[in-house]
């Protein structure tokens, strides 16, 4: 395949594939201000086509260059079919990784317009057949909604994979509404993942508040980190470690009752038992330890009113005496 560098004017550039790439409003605008500072150091990738060239590599280079208002970039032609130019960049291992949804998106153009097998295609790519079903059945799993959402920077990647899609393949009208939802009001992609997290757990009439209302119930969560960091802050290290031995014998308190329900199964915990046996000893030995030193630093364990008074009264009992 033969290559050369070219200055073009953006406009003969055909941006035929700007539907595989996600948008990245932050990227571009660091594409931007490195190409002021330094101008344009990796040059787009284009196939020749009649009398343009069509864009495989540098959306987000040619979208920085806008920005600036420059109508120029610098492109290196290839001199080959299209379809071997995306197989080309989507195999490379330099430049920007693609996320896992813009490879699908690569993927379902070139099975549309090269006249590939996915087997065929699979092997072009140095991968196998697996690689190319789990990339399509991503794919296959957002609704056009979830795919424009992500193509225009409002729902993340990860987000469009992670959650949206297990999602729509469990109940697609749920992830319609949470999509409709997240149009209004957006949330983070960390936000997103404890969302989920926490839908995962919910119960039939919990979830459909959830999916309407998301942005309602990382409120909550929010408050209640807070009201647990104020806790914290209040009690200080000694109620940490209170409620940590609460915790200790909330679990012993369960393994009590399954304990009592496994009969002669049990053989088997053994070491895990002696484990546990160790580990309790330690900290209890630790806890005595810690008290005896308080004594001996405080051997009245504090204040004590009615010593106080004792006190009091063997003071004045002397000082009868002196008199």
């Given at each position: 395949?033969?290559?050369?560098?070219?200055?073009?004017?953006?406009?003969?550039l055909?941006?035929?594939?700007?539907?595989?790439?996600?948008m990245?409003?932050?990227?571009?605008?660091?594409?931007?201000?490195?190409?002021?500072?330094h101008?344009?150091?990796?040059?787009?990738?284009?196939?020749?086509?009649?009398?343009?060239?069509?864009?495989?590599d540098?959306?987000?280079?040619?979208?920085?260059?806008?920005?600036?208002?420059?109508?120029?970039?610098?492109?290196?032609?290839?001199?080959?079919a299209v379809?071997?130019?995306?197989?080309?960049?989507?195999?490379?291992?330099?430049?920007?990784?693609?996320?896992?949804?813009?490879?699908?998106?690569?993927?379902?153009?070139?099975?549309?317009?090269?006249?590939?097998?996915?087997?065929?295609?699979?092997?072009?790519?140095?991968?196998?057949?697996?690689?190319?079903?789990?990339?399509?059945?991503?794919?296959?799993?957002?609704?056009?909604?979830?795919?424009?959402a992500?193509?225009?920077?409002?729902?993340?990647?990860?987000?469009?994979?992670?959650?949206?899609?297990?999602?729509?393949?469990?109940n697609?009208a749920?992830?319609?509404?949470?999509?409709?939802?997240?149009?209004?009001?957006?949330?983070?992609?960390r936000?997103?993942?404890?969302?989920?997290?926490?839908?995962?757990?919910?119960?039939?009439?919990?979830?459909?508040?959830?999916?309407d209302?998301p942005?309602?119930?990382?409120?909550?969560?929010?408050?209640?980190?807070?009201?647990?960091?104020g806790?914290?802050?209040?009690?200080?290290?000694?109620?940490?470690?209170?409620?940590?031995?609460?915790?200790?014998?909330?679990?012993?308190?369960?393994?009590?009752?399954?304990?009592?329900?496994?009969?002669?199964?049990?053989?088997?915990?053994?070491?895990?038992?002696?484990?546990?046996?160790?580990?309790?000893?330690?900290?209890?030995?630790?806890?005595?330890?810690?008290?005896?030193?308080?004594?001996?630093?405080?051997?009245?364990?504090?204040?004590?009113p009615?010593?106080?008074?004792q006190?009091a009264?063997?003071?004045?009992?002397?000082a009868?005496?002196?008199?």
């Amino acid at each position: 395949m033969e290559t050369s560098r070219l200055d073009l004017d953006l406009h003969r550039l055909e941006l035929r594939f700007a539907g595989t790439r996600l948008m990245d409003g932050a990227a571009v605008e660091r594409l931007a201000r490195s190409i002021a500072e330094h101008g344009q150091i990796e040059p787009c990738v284009a196939a020749a086509a009649g009398d343009g060239f069509v864009l495989i590599d540098g959306y987000r280079r040619v979208a920085a260059l806008r920005r600036l208002g420059r109508d120029r970039a610098r492109v290196e032609s290839w001199t080959c079919a299209v379809a071997d130019g995306l197989i080309a960049v989507l195999t490379r291992n330099q430049g920007r990784t693609f996320t896992a949804l813009e490879e699908a998106l690569l993927i379902r153009e070139l099975l549309g317009g090269s006249g590939l097998s996915q087997r065929d295609l699979a092997r072009r790519c140095g991968r196998d057949a697996a690689w190319v079903n789990r990339r399509l059945a991503l794919l296959s799993a957002l609704s056009e909604a979830a795919l424009a959402a992500v193509q225009r920077g409002a729902l993340s990647s990860w987000s469009a994979a992670r959650v949206v899609a297990p999602l729509a393949r469990a109940n697609g009208a749920h992830a319609d509404r949470l999509l409709a939802s997240l149009a209004k009001e957006p949330l983070s992609t960390r936000d997103l993942k404890r969302w989920f997290g926490e839908y995962r757990k919910a119960n039939k009439a919990a979830r459909e508040r959830m999916v309407d209302q998301p942005q309602l119930l990382m409120g909550t969560l929010r408050d209640q980190e807070q009201r647990r960091e104020g806790a914290k802050l209040r009690d200080g290290p000694e109620g940490e470690c209170a409620a940590d031995i609460k915790i200790i014998e909330a679990a012993t308190a369960r393994l009590c009752k399954r304990l009592a329900t496994q009969g002669a199964a049990l053989a088997f915990l053994g070491m895990a038992i002696a484990r546990l046996r160790g580990a309790i000893g330690a900290l209890v030995a630790e806890m005595e330890r810690r008290c005896d030193e308080d004594a001996e630093r405080d051997p009245k364990g504090g204040e004590d009113p009615g010593g106080a008074r004792q006190g009091a009264a063997r003071d004045r009992k002397g000082a009868g005496a002196v008199a």
